[in-house]
């Protein structure tokens, strides 16, 4: 396999950055004798912090980034575009929006995981009104643009909550949700994205091969036997299912799903359909490795991990502009 | 319209601007489905045949393709293969030498480490070639190969061509350059607001009166060294704008 080295190298950063997330936190543990708690003596308090606290952080943000690389990389494949980001078919906003209602309507009292249910509704509802608006045989223009007008309501709706919001703290905790964090994450809201975010990464993954014949052009794809409009949907489904669980659970984590398939698309020849697994591999890589960031910068107030991703994440996209006027070549 | 290929031959689509040459090869190639009528591939119809069973034995090539990521040329011929492939099968050592043979056949292997963005617009041109004829189809429509390409590599582009119809392959092309149709083509097919004109041999096709009557133009032409045309000077005539008023929505009068 010709990606074997790079796979193999991103899943030993992944292991590695993996090791160094769960031996992070306020209290010191043994790693060894804590593992083998959880098997032994589950009450033991190093396992208890291990599968109560460190794995749902490190597993949901292994997923999430995971989600967002792929997604991102099908989408780029999908409109031949290098700057399509997952977010831009509304299911994010979408998410967001049924996350932050619950939080609004403190729905949150009700049951704990009735805030991430309510994103994955929220998603699946921006993706079917997406849906309804394009129509079943929608070109990528009608589709991306049913998308933005979708994210510009949902938005709009986001913002009518923080308006109405009762009192300034209301607001603070509305906002901070928004900004994406993998703290205070627990076993159930894993097992909660998980199913969703296997299907979407189903759909995702087997594109591969379309993916690469669309780099000749709709037309000729078609030519070559595949169903464009089929793909077109399929990915669609399957970004707005995974990317709609992720953002759920996490909030927005944003420039991860842009940045990662376009620092990995030379190493896999520029080939959309080798990008979709490296670029998984290299969200959950650059995710928990953004979340151990968080947790290493020293301050009162602990930083969320969306607002790290796009930190770093904007000035990179500077330098990829900045880089691409000196070659003299189109972003790509 | 009743249109016939039959392998073995270079079938050339011709006509004026605007005549559908373009819409009449999508239709062939099953990427538009025509209103009325149907197209038949061995006897049997076009649109009943799945997606990937028409890829196997068709090939499609665009006008003035374009390739969306620098991926290099080994690669995009490669993408030639995709009919024959699961979404998770491996290429096998059979597609790599169906890529190789069709390399070897269009003077790509030199270019295959070379991204296509790289590449001259005949090197491109047979690069694309070689990517349809990855696929091994029984037939091969192409939409103006030689448009944009200079002297050279217009008679290249012709004699590749040439030589997949002389290797039994089904070759269906639009053309806009009388000569080289006149020269290469076995059979035409003369278009003209969006019917069929006449139809045969290239020589008898394309007399006189026809130019006058569907192109508004006197042309020069000679058979030596090899057969040659040119257009002389326009016709003044009942111009062809008067003409496509005259019947609207392509109305009946034209035949």
């Known amino acids: ?332 | 319209m009743d249109i016939a290929l039959n392998s073995g031959e270079l079938v050339g689509l011709i006509g004026p601007n605007g005549a559908g040459k373009s819409t009449l090869l999508a239709m062939l190639a099953g990427l538009l489905t025509p209103d009325s009528g149907r197209v038949e591939l061995d006897g049997q119809a076009l649109q009943s045949l799945g997606n990937d069973e028409r890829a196997r034995r068709l090939a499609w090539l665009e006008q003035q393709a374009t390739v969306h990521w620098p991926i290099s040329v080994e690669r995009v011929v490669a993408l030639g293969r995709t009919p024959w492939l699961q979404p998770w099968q491996r290429a096998s050592g059979e597609d790599r030498d169906r890529v190789e043979a069709a390399m070897l056949a269009t003077d790509c292997i030199a270019l295959r480490q070379r991204t296509v963005a790289t590449l001259s617009g005949g090197e491109r041109t047979r690069v694309l070639l070689a990517r349809a004829l990855a696929g091994e189809p029984q037939i091969l429509l192409a939409d103006e190969p030689t448009a944009a390409l200079d002297l050279a590599h217009q008679l290249q582009t012709m004699e590749l061509l040439r030589g997949c119809a002389d290797r039994g392959l089904c070759c269906g092309i639009v053309l806009h350059d009388l000569a080289l149709a006149t020269r290469y083509c076995d059979r035409v097919y003369l278009l003209h607001h969006g019917r069929l004109h006449s139809h045969g041999s290239p020589d008898t096709v394309l007399d006189e009166q026809t130019f006058a009557q569907v192109y508004g133009v006197q042309v020069g032409r000679g058979s030596q060294p090899v057969p040659w045309l040119a257009p002389i000077k326009r016709l003044p005539q009942p111009s062809l704008r008067d003409a496509r008023h005259a019947e609207p929505g392509g109305g009946s009068a034209a035949r």
């Open chain 1, 1 to 332: 396999m010709r990606d074997a080295p790079l796979i193999t190298g991103l899943s030993l950063a992944l292991l590695a950055l993996a090791f160094v997330s769960v031996s992070l936190g306020s209290e010191s543990i043994d790693l060894a004798a804590a593992l083998s708690n959880l098997a032994r003596d589950p009450q033991a308090i190093d396992a208890i912090i291990l599968r109560e606290i460190r794995l749902p952080r490190l597993l949901i943000g292994l997923l999430a980034g995971a989600t967002l690389g792929l997604a991102g990389a099908a989408m780029q494949g999908l409109l031949r575009n290098p700057l399509a980001s997952p977010g831009l078919i509304g299911s994010s906003s979408g998410a967001a929006l049924g996350a932050v209602s619950v939080l609004y309507f403190g729905g949150q009292a009700l049951h704990p995981q009735l805030l991430p249910i309510a994103g994955m509704g929220g998603a699946l509802i921006a993706t079917a009104l997406v849906w309804a608006l394009a129509g079943r045989s929608a070109d990528i223009t009608t589709l991306i643009l049913a998308g933005v007008a979708v994210n510009a309501f949902a938005t709009a709706a986001l913002s009518l909550l923080l308006n109405l919001a009762p009192s300034p703290f209301a607001v603070r905790e509305l906002v901070y949700w928004t900004l994406g964090d993998l703290s205070d994450r627990s076993m159930p809201d894993l097992w909660l994205m998980l199913p969703c975010t296997l299907i979407g990464w189903a759909l995702l993954l087997g594109t591969g091969r379309s993916l690469d014949a669309l780099s000749l052009g709709e037309r000729t794809a078609r030519s070559l036997g595949v169903h464009v409009a089929r793909l077109r949907w399929r990915l669609f489904i399957g970004v707005a299912l995974a990317v709609g669980a992720a953002v759920a659970t996490t909030g927005m984590i944003g420039f991860i799903g842009l940045v990662v398939p376009h620092l990995l698309r030379p190493l896999v020849a520029h080939e959309p359909g080798r990008l979709l697994g490296v670029s998984a591999l290299g969200g959950a890589c650059l995710l928990v490795g953004a979340d151990i960031g968080v947790r290493l910068i020293p301050g009162d107030t602990p930083l969320k991990v969306g607002v790290l991703t796009a930190l770093v994440g904007a000035p990179f996209f500077i330098a990829l502009i900045l880089s691409a006027r000196r070659r003299g070549t189109g972003i790509l």
